[in-house]
T-cell receptor
């Protein structure tokens, strides 16, 4: 069965702190795709990153970085030097052939960054 | 480019009323999806359409019907609305599930539906 778990429901940090959002997934497919989306208070879904199952390279984009580890079925997201504008709900999602490549979302982590 | 357009943005219904949520994309995408978002639940797939003329059930299809009218449009219908269907509904599209499965889905801005 396909499943995405974001164990952290809410996280609160002070501006400039680093914060890591955890994501653990389950799938029976050997080929699958992982995504992170951001949902700011305005409600739209903003794509952040995708990762293919055969590409375990970590990625850094500005203050954002992602750590993909197949051995632990995890795809964690770190924000360095957090800013108030990072306050949002962050979703990890998985797609594979079994789901018709629809996205299976975790329940999300609500991040609050205070000044 | 408008991307994925959903109408209406907000709607209030009474229990038992029917309604169709409209979704259109102008990116020539083959595959389209309907999700619902409830507090603390993330987004859950209602139905999807891998190509024009095909539709498949997702995780939570009960109480809904869909129509893939053409390549651009994918509508979601509530035949007899229930309070449990109060939610935010998102439509999404992707160019093609076969060759581009790793591409991110493009989402509309959502429809906020309240059923009294």
């Amino acid at each position: 069965a396909q499943k995405v778990t974001q164990a952290q429901t809410e996280i609160s940090v002070v501006e400039k702190e680093d914060v890591t959002l955890d994501c653990v997934y389950e799938t029976r497919d050997t080929t699958y795709y992982l995504f992170w989306y951001k949902q700011p208070p305005s409600g739209e879904l903003v794509f952040l990153i995708r990762r293919n199952s055969f590409d375990e390279q970590n990625e850094i984009s500005g203050r954002y970085s992602w750590n993909f580890q197949k051995s632990t079925s995890s795809f964690n997201f770190t924000i360095t030097a957090s800013q108030v504008v990072d306050s949002a709900v962050y979703f990890c999602a998985l797609s594979d052939l079994n789901s018709g490549y629809a996205l299976n979302f975790g329940k999300g982590t609500s991040l609050l960054v205070t000044p | 480019n408008a991307g994925v357009t959903q109408t209406p943005k907000f709607q209030v219904l009474k229990t038992g009323q029917s309604m169709t949520l409209q979704c259109a994309q102008d990116m020539n995408h083959n595959s389209m999806y309907w999700y619902r978002q409830d507090p603390g639940m993330g987004l859950r797939l209602i139905y999807y359409s891998a190509s024009e003329g095909t539709t498949d059930k997702g995780e939570v299809p009960n109480g809904y019907n869909v129509s893939r009218l053409n390549k651009r449009e994918f509508s979601l219908r509530l035949e007899s609305a229930a309070p449990s269907q109060t939610s935010v509904y998102f439509c999404a599209s992707i160019v093609d599930t076969m060759g581009y499965s790793n591409q991110p889905q493009h989402f509309g801005d959502g429809t906020r539906l309240s059923i009294l």
